[in-house]
């Protein structure tokens, strides 16, 4: 049997795959519910986890002390046991020993855990492009191809050709990356989101590695994660919408002291680098709710009969398709991500959602850009716990 964990900054889900079918959870949005709104640790989460796999191997009718096998998704990077992010409790920040922590709980609630892994949400989400039958890469033939999660964070995934002797055709370890990208580099290649920079002034785009999970710092820019995130299309909606239509911020749910300090940040801030990290402080606090009401709205002027709207609404995302332009180019210019940039699968939840608003074909438009180089597609899995569960899945048939 497996349980199954997907562990992002607004929702939790906890799947299972027992005799070849895949059971879920509903999801839960975290920073939502009174019980974990307030979540002061990990282990709030983990024991949430907890009570939720519980509640569905019960509902199933399965023996919930037979031997299992766990697998997590995780938002963030890996280092000395450790597990890190920025869009977590706030000890995630300082690192967390997940996998000792979540054997420590369910053992507690008495289940028998053989094997608990832990991976990059990015990489769980390659690996299922590439085990799930709906996968973009399922195929003997696939090479080398990235998959790019974009949602509360942005990160990428890795696929290898299968001789490449990668476990799970994914990479994941610290051996996977020496061997593709060189000494370098580490198991953090896929944070592209604390390693990407946009620069205001210049309007272009840095790659910054940094080993060992560590967030690029460059003064006068902005982090791709918080540019092109869920709190980032957010906060780049308030700038392009609130001066000229002040209900947009009441559309967004914020309570009105939020939206008075909004409203006092976009008088007072007039560095953009600055003014936007402090709006995606803002937006994160408030959970995935702001983030899903924004993309509907933005959806929603894509059909608006003031002409206004669709105007400033069209040039957002002219923005955005010249970003993802941009960071794909760059990415391609630097010698060891040039083979996994051939194929390019775009998948979480705010990337799905904006490759698939009314009216902007946004794989089209990005195809024609970049060519015959680099091939765009949108995932068709969408949710995030089937993702999981089928990367592990498939990795653990093929480990035996």
């Not at 398709?321 to 194929?343: A, C, G, H, R, T």
Request: charged residues 20%; glycine residues 8%.
């Amino acid at each position: 049997m497996l349980i199954c964990l997907s562990l992002g900054g607004t929702h939790l889900q906890v799947g299972l795959m027992h005799s070849g079918n895949y059971y879920a959870r509903p999801t839960v949005l975290w920073r939502e519910r009174i019980e974990t709104a307030r979540a002061q640790s990990a282990a709030d989460l983990v024991v949430t986890a907890c009570t939720e796999a519980r509640a569905l191997i019960l509902a199933e009718g399965i023996n919930y002390r037979e031997p299992m096998r766990l697998g997590l998704s995780f938002p963030g990077p890996f280092h000395n046991r450790k597990w890190f992010s920025n869009n977590l409790t706030d000890d995630f920040q300082s690192g967390v020993d997940l996998v000792s922590l979540t054997k420590q709980v369910f053992s507690n609630c008495g289940f028998d855990i053989v094997k608990i892994d832990c991976v990059l949400d990015a990489q769980a989400d390659a690996g299922a492009e590439v085990f799930h039958p709906a996968g973009s890469l399922v195929g003997e033939h696939i090479g080398r191809a990235t998959v790019l999660n974009f949602a509360t964070g942005v990160a990428a995934g890795l696929v290898s050709p299968k001789d490449a002797k990668v476990s799970g055709r994914v990479l994941t370890t610290e051996r996977d990356f020496t061997l593709h990208f060189g000494e370098g580099f580490d198991g953090g290649v896929g944070q592209i989101g604390r390693h990407l920079l946009f620069e205001v002034a210049s309007g272009s785009w840095n790659y910054l590695f940094q080993r060992d999970g560590r967030t690029s710092e460059q003064r006068g820019a902005i982090r791709l994660s918080e540019y092109l995130s869920g709190p980032g299309i957010t906060s780049r909606y308030i700038l392009a919408f609130a001066n000229e239509y002040k209900e947009c911020l009441e559309t967004l749910m914020l309570d009105r002291q939020t939206q008075l300090d909004i409203e006092s940040l976009l008088t007072q801030e007039p560095n953009l680098d600055v003014l936007i990290p402090k709006l995606n402080k803002i937006i994160r606090y408030h959970g995935g709710t702001v983030v899903r009401r924004a993309l509907e709205k933005i959806s929603e002027f894509t059909q608006s009969s003031d002409s206004r709207k669709k105007l400033l609404v069209t040039h957002l995302f002219e923005e955005i398709v010249q970003n993802y332009e941009d960071i794909l180019l760059v990415l391609n210019e630097v010698d060891n991500w040039k083979p996994f940039l051939s194929s390019v699968v775009i998948t979480g939840g705010v990337g799905q959602n904006i490759f698939n608003i009314r009216n902007f074909d946004l794989v089209t438009e990005l195809s024609n850009r970049l060519g015959a180089n680099i091939s765009i597609k949108r995932s068709s899995l969408n949710d995030s716990c089937d993702r999981v569960c089928h990367y592990y899945f498939g990795k653990f048939s093929q480990s035996g």
